[in-house]
């Protein structure tokens, strides 16, 4: 049995007569049919004018944007712009013969284009001369890689590393931690807040929706919500007046203890207790059981009370307490000093 014939007979790439007219496609077929219209490049039209010589309005020297921004953007406005010819020459002579004059020259003639798909990602909150340096780096990449025998324009083929130069600058200083670390997180972060009908936090029909658009899951649609909608919390505690500054994460790490000083006060202490011991060996019965009941013991007793356990006057004890009491600061003075001579 004979199939019935098809009448919507695809072409050689699988498509329909119907996706012409789309207005992508319309554009790209206007586009093809202009480079087709384009007359070949002749090396031998401008052999003999130097590469200087094709755009003698191009200025010699141009200040950075962060210098002065407004000067910056004045100064390329004046930039001229190529015709196809002068570009296609210059881009032949990068190309086949490697002028970097001819480099520079396609550069500076696009900067103007950098300064235009820059000012799109100002909502970033990323100073503009920033943005602006980063996508001048993916225009000099551009120019680098760029064939003029594939018969489009320079400009159609430097946005996409202008873009993508701006896109990993924005992605690296947008937080302190990087938001978007795969391809789906990049899809998101550039999509989610355009594609999002509110301010207020996404439904799960909405992340449904939206994960469909871009064709990532819902749990990468919420997460990447949740990234966007947090802030930078400082780790230290910040000088204010109000109490915010107890709450930085910073002081949940510490107990207020610095384990040096333990052992510091330690080692003092066991330090102390030998020199005292040993300095007690050194008193007789009586001065160091003097000591012991005045100062060592839990129930100190008085002058009078060991008067008459040793049938002395008050004084008296308080005079063998005195000099008990010095024989014993001066022999922990000299335990604790370790003199050089002393040193084997």
Same mark, same amino acid.
């Given at each position: 049995?004979?199939?019935?014939?098809?009448?919507?007979?695809?072409?050689?790439? =699988?498509?329909?007569?119907? /996706?012409?007219?789309?207005?992508?496609?319309?554009?790209?077929?206007? *586009?093809?049919?202009?480079?087709?219209?384009?007359p070949?490049?002749?090396?031998?039209?401008?052999?003999?004018?130097?590469t200087?010589?094709?755009?003698?309005?191009?200025?010699?020297?141009?200040?950075?944007?962060?210098?002065?921004?407004?000067?910056?953007?004045?100064?390329?406005?004046?930039?001229?712009?190529?015709?196809?010819?002068?570009?296609?020459?210059?881009?032949?002579?990068?190309?086949?013969?490697?002028?970097?004059e001819?480099?520079?020259?396609?550069?500076?003639s696009?900067?103007?284009?950098?300064?235009?798909?820059?000012?799109?990602?100002?909502?970033?909150?990323?100073?503009? *001369?920033?943005?602006?340096? %980063?996508?001048?780096? =993916?225009?000099?990449k551009?120019?680098?890689?760029?064939?003029?025998?594939?018969?489009?324009?320079?400009?159609?083929?430097?946005?996409?590393?202008?873009?993508a130069?701006?896109?990993?600058?924005?992605?690296?200083?947008?937080?302190?931690?990087?938001?978007?670390?795969?391809?789906?997180?990049?899809?998101?972060?550039?999509?989610?807040?355009?594609l999002?009908k509110?301010?207020?936090?996404l439904?799960?029909?909405?992340?449904?929706?939206?994960?469909?658009?871009?064709?990532?899951?819902?749990?990468?649609?919420?997460e990447?919500?949740?990234?966007?909608?947090?802030? /930078?919390?400082?780790?230290?505690?910040?000088?204010?007046?109000?109490?915010?500054g107890?709450?930085?994460?910073?002081?949940?790490?510490? /107990? =207020?203890?610095?384990?040096? %000083?333990?052992?510091?006060?330690?080692?003092?202490?066991?330090?102390?207790?030998?020199?005292?011991?040993?300095?007690?060996?050194?008193?007789?019965?009586?001065?160091?059981?003097?000591?012991?009941?005045?100062?060592l013991?839990?129930?100190?007793s008085?002058?009078?009370?060991?008067?008459?356990?040793?049938?002395i006057?008050?004084?008296?004890?308080r005079?063998?307490?005195k000099? *008990?009491?010095?024989?014993?600061?001066?022999?922990?003075?000299?335990?604790?000093?370790i003199?050089p001579?002393?040193?084997?």
């Open positions: 049995m004979a199939t019935p014939p098809n009448n919507s007979k695809t072409t050689q790439k =699988g498509r329909t007569p119907d /996706d012409s007219t789309t207005p992508k496609n319309a554009a790209r077929e206007a *586009a093809l049919e202009a480079a087709a219209k384009r070949p490049y002749d090396a031998s039209a401008l052999e003999k004018t130097s200087r010589d094709l755009v003698p309005a191009m200025p010699t020297h141009l200040s950075a944007p962060g210098v002065n921004l407004g000067a910056y953007i004045n100064t390329v406005h004046q930039i001229p712009i190529l015709t196809p010819t002068q570009e296609q020459e210059l881009a032949h002579r990068y190309f086949d013969e490697g002028d970097v001819a480099a520079r020259l396609l550069v500076m696009h900067l103007r284009f950098v300064i235009h798909i820059a000012r799109s990602y100002s909502g970033y909150g990323l100073p503009q *001369a920033d943005l602006i340096q %980063e996508g001048n780096l =993916g225009l000099m551009a120019v680098k890689r760029f064939d003029p025998n594939k018969g489009v324009r320079l400009v159609s083929f430097a946005v996409h590393w202008i873009k130069e701006i896109h990993e600058f924005v992605i690296r200083n947008w937080r302190i931690v990087k938001v978007a670390t795969t391809k789906a997180h990049r899809k998101l972060f550039f999509n989610l807040r355009s999002k509110t301010n207020n936090q439904t799960l029909e909405e992340a449904d929706a939206i994960a469909k658009d871009l064709n990532v899951s819902r749990k990468q649609v919420l990447m919500e949740s990234r966007l909608t947090s802030y /930078d919390a400082s780790f230290e505690t910040q000088s204010s007046d109000d109490d915010d107890r709450y930085a994460p910073q002081l949940f790490l510490e /107990d =207020g203890v610095d384990p040096a %000083e333990i052992v510091e006060d330690s080692d003092w202490e066991d330090s102390n207790t030998s020199a005292l011991v040993a300095a007690m060996d050194t008193l007789d019965d009586r001065s160091r059981d003097i000591v012991e009941q005045r100062w013991s839990e129930q100190k008085t002058l009078h009370e060991l008067a008459a356990v040793y049938s006057s008050a004084e008296r004890v005079q063998i307490e000099n *008990a009491m010095d024989k014993i600061r001066d022999a922990m003075t000299i335990d604790s000093v003199l001579d002393d040193i084997q």
